[in-house]
């Protein structure tokens, strides 16, 4: 009998879709959970359950009872909360749910590593009711002001005196106000911490038991140092002293144990400098979308029937999306390893307005060592940069013989891409 695995996700597109045709090749029966069922392309020819991520997720809950799974994954942050709820509820394993909760808000994350010895920023937690210019003079500078719910740098601004600290706040607090799915309870509030110097990382892994099996450390060779702290290109594996990247996966471990993730995929983000490695954020689900096309893995499989199926041995690529079945449903994949060098460049939004078309897409696919460039925007769209917005115009796919290899491909490919974006009209209309 096929084994049943229920999949959380908010989203339809590519993350999705891999789901599907891993599934489909496992011999796997899933099904989709989604609060965007109406919308949803049927990948498996089946009807999405209904569900979901807001106040009213009790009724989502209890409309699993009864229903047998074997396992249980998520894609987003918000569906992951739904997935730790039903997980415990049914008996299957995945992250608790106060774990999937913590990685969600970033004041009670900061006060969990702290209780664990890990280093943290000065910060504190203020609403966005506050007086900014009280505020301003309670905050140490330089100083980052981040939305505790909120991922993908949005609405994370840096300030560096207190008339800085005043406007990131009035902009922050306008992007809460004016978004109605912003509105929840933890997003009414803004966490002030100290600027951490240092070089950035992100920890692709999965846990088993509470314990973290890594899977990537991705450098990102460009500097985030603010206002705005627009990711771009993540490598893989790292360039860094065995010594650096060592402290990384213990950092790692120890924010895992601390947050309480148990079973399933988790992406963390920490920054080292000369005093130590500092945790920024982790989440209790995978990276996020397409960049999850950056990572391949493969050389364990020998004789893969613990599933119950057959799969061709030779030159095994298996993309994360499958490694994520096959652990949720219990399968050792302790010994996976990745294909070898690879990185993605999110391709940043340079200015606002109404996104028309790009050129250069050949030459930049031409690139050697690219192996994929998409756009995601879509002709007519309009298109906000950070901090208030939370897209990209696409991204571009890299592998090579070296890390190095991949930054620059990446590199070359982006020089050659050409965007055409139109001035909004609302932004040349003056105030009233």
């Known amino acids: 009998m096929a084994k049943r695995l229920l999949l959380f996700a908010a989203t339809t597109g590519y993350q999705i879709r891999v789901f599907a045709g891993a599934a489909r090749r496992l011999g ?47 894609v987003g942050d918000r569906p992951a909360i739904l997935a730790a709820e039903v997980a415990e509820r049914i008996g299957v394993p995945f992250h608790p749910p106060a774990a999937a909760r913590a990685c969600q808000d970033k004041y009670l994350a900061r006060r969990l590593y702290q209780a664990a010895g890990l280093p943290v920023p000065a910060y504190f937690r203020a609403a966005i009711s506050e007086d900014p210019r009280e505020l301003a003079r309670r905050a140490p500078y330089p100083c980052v002001l981040k939305p505790l719910g909120l991922s ?54 999965l846990v088993t038991d509470g314990r973290l099996q890594p899977l990537a450390i991705f450098d990102k060779p460009d500097p985030l140092e603010g206002p705005f702290f627009e990711e771009t290109i993540y490598v893989t594996p790292s360039r ?41 954020d982790a989440a209790a689900r995978p990276i996020g979308g397409l960049c999850a096309k950056a990572l391949q893995f493969g050389d364990w499989l020998r004789n893969p ?26 399968e050792d994949v302790s010994r996976a390893r990745l294909t070898g060098p690879s990185g993605v460049m999110m391709i940043p939004i340079p200015k606002g307005g109404i996104y028309e078309s790009v050129d250069g897409l050949d030459r930049a696919a031409a690139v050697p060592g690219i192996e994929d460039v998409i756009i995601t925007a879509k002709q007519g769209q309009r298109l906000i940069p950070l ?46």
């Open 28 to 74: 796997i029966d899933v099904k989709l959970a989604s609060d965007r069922c109406d919308r949803m392309d049927d990948a498996w020819g089946d009807h999405s359950i209904a569900v979901k991520f807001d106040a009213r997720m009790p009724k989502s809950i209890a409309a699993f009872d009864g229903m047998p799974f074997d396992g249980v994954a998520a």
């Open 152 to 205: 993908a740098s949005r609405g994370v601004i840096r300030a560096d005196n207190e008339a800085g600290f005043a406007a990131a706040f009035a902009r922050i607090r306008a992007l809460l106000e004016k978004n109605p799915d912003l509105r929840r309870l933890r997003e009414r509030y803004v966490q002030v911490e100290s600027y951490i110097e240092g070089r950035e990382f992100a920890v692709e892994g």
């Open 240 to 280: 860094e002293p065995a010594e650096i990247q060592d402290a990384l996966l213990d950092t790692a471990a120890r924010a895992v144990r601390a947050l309480g993730l148990r079973h399933g995929p988790t992406h963390l983000e920490m920054r080292a400098n000369a005093t130590g490695i500092w945790m920024l």
């Open 305 to 330: 029937r613990s599933l119950g199926v057959s799969l061709p041995v030779p030159e095994l690529k298996i993309p994360l999306e499958e490694l994520i079945l096959r652990h949720a449903l219990g």
């Open 387 to 432: 901090p208030e917005g939370s897209s990209y115009l696409g991204f571009i796919f890299a592998r090579g013989e070296s890390p190095h290899d991949v930054e620059q491909a990446l590199r070359r490919s982006h020089v050659e891409l050409r965007f055409h974006i139109a001035t909004a009209l609302d932004t040349l209309m003056p105030s009233p």
